[in-house]
């Protein structure tokens, strides 16, 4: 069952068009991201689909309700988590989570043992009744995870959620949203940090100028993009010899007994290959897989080598 569903999405600013019919289904329980650079509809799509703003065209249907119709029975089911955090800087740790216990109707004994539980999950207990002034970037956005969690939501929007934080701390947040789908939340992704996306990912979607220009996991995107290779390493230069003569369109260093072999990288390519080696009595020493990163396929389907971010 899909936790979002998204059919032929339009939204227009003025006469500029961001979303030109956009199709998506998340499955549940696992992470999606939707990947593209500044001013591709990113944000404008989790907006949609948060009920923040209304679409032009088309349906989306998240939890099981239709945001145009039922947009509160969708509220009561998500949370959103955007580029800014929503942390009262006045208040302490503490305060803003009983806050959003408060805004969600939560008892008194009920409030406090989801604030408790959410201090104790994001390691901000020691922090706890110290004032958000005071925390780093990395707590910040634990924090305001956590008072996204407050209300329990089955399908999670994680907008840029890691922007401007050190490695340390968003290898944190991985660990978090791991953790969250492994309880079967379900996590909308949007990210320029494209190892960000091949970290987490169960799927990705490539927006550029408004519509979905690839989508698949992060291998298959892989896979799509030239410049897969096989690298084999022999120990007699007679093996690397008998290769080359056996393999076409590959590439040989004879200093270093290597040979390079272009390959998908698929299963069924380097059985192949390894099939036809062995047939020749080819004995290689070591071999290796090279795919093209996601940097690669961002670049190939968008152009955008001035927009990607990395960490």
């Not at 080359?244 to 260093?253: H, I, W």
């Amino acid at each position: 069952m899909n936790a979002i569903e998204v059919t032929g999405l339009r939204r227009s600013y003025g006469d500029h068009e961001v979303l030109k019919g956009v199709d998506l289904a998340v499955p549940q329980g696992t992470v999606f991201s939707l990947l593209g650079a500044n001013g591709a509809g990113k944000t404008t799509m989790v907006k949609i689909l948060s009920t923040l703003i209304r679409a032009d065209g088309g349906t989306a249907v998240v939890a099981g309700h239709d945001v145009e119709r039922d947009p509160d029975a969708v509220r009561a089911d998500i949370g959103v988590t955007g580029q800014f955090s929503a942390v009262d800087n006045l208040m302490t740790g503490r305060e803003n989570l009983k806050l959003m216990a408060d805004l969600h109707h939560l008892g008194r004994e009920e409030g406090r043992r989801k604030v408790d539980g959410l201090l104790g999950q994001f390691d901000l207990v020691d922090a706890a009744d110290k004032p958000a002034s005071a925390y780093s970037g990395g707590m910040r956005r634990r924090l305001d995870l956590a008072m996204t969690l407050v209300g329990s939501p089955r399908v999670i929007f994680l907008d840029e959620p890691t922007t401007g934080l050190d490695p340390r701390s968003r290898r944190a947040m991985w660990q978090i949203v791991r953790q969250l789908v492994a309880s079967g939340v379900t996590i909308f992704l949007t990210t320029q940090y494209l190892e960000e996306a091949d970290e987490l990912a169960d799927r990705i979607a490539v927006l550029d100028q408004g519509r979905i220009v690839a989508e698949g996991t992060a291998d298959e995107l892989k896979r799509r993009i030239p410049g897969g290779h096989v690298l084999l390493q022999f120990t007699d230069p007679r093996h690397l010899e008998a290769a080359t003569g056996v393999v076409r369109g590959a590439s040989r260093d004879g200093e270093s007994l290597a040979l390079r072999v272009p390959n998908d990288g698929s299963v069924s390519a380097l059985k192949s290959l390894l099939d036809r080696l062995d047939e020749n009595s080819v004995i290689v020493d070591s071999f290796s897989t090279h795919t093209p990163d996601l940097d690669d396929v961002f670049l190939a389907l968008t152009g955008n080598s001035d927009k990607v971010a990395r960490p």
